[in-house]
């Protein structure tokens, strides 16, 4: 399958992305070097190979959930440096 222009200036537009012409040309040719090489993926013989999501075999590092008692309201606000109506009071990000 051959990317064309038009289809680059297509999902452009969809992303509301605006390119110019060189850029345009240029992704058009990186995205068809990109379908060159998964074509060229296509022609291995796969047979007998077990499907992978990663080249290492890997072992999730996480704990198991326990459940357990969580802190109280008081002992959490005790070190904040503001607090009120048992919520943490932080400075505002948004003027207006």
Excluded: W, Y
């Excluded at 452009?12 to 345009?24: I, K, P, T, Y």
């Excluded at 048992?86 to 003027?95: A, G, H, Q, T």
């Amino acid at each position: 399958m051959k990317i064309t222009k038009h289809d680059v200036e297509h999902v452009a537009r969809l992303a509301r992305l605006r390119f110019s012409e060189d850029q345009l040309d240029l992704f058009t040719d990186q995205l068809n070097t990109i379908l060159t090489d998964f074509d060229k993926l296509q022609q291995l013989d796969t047979t007998g190979v077990e499907p992978s999501t990663h080249a290492a075999n890997l072992s999730n590092a996480f704990r198991d959930d326990q459940i357990r008692p969580s802190l109280a309201g008081e002992e959490a606000l005790k070190n904040a440096p503001a607090h009120e109506r048992s919520c943490f009071k932080v400075p505002r990000i948004i003027e207006g």
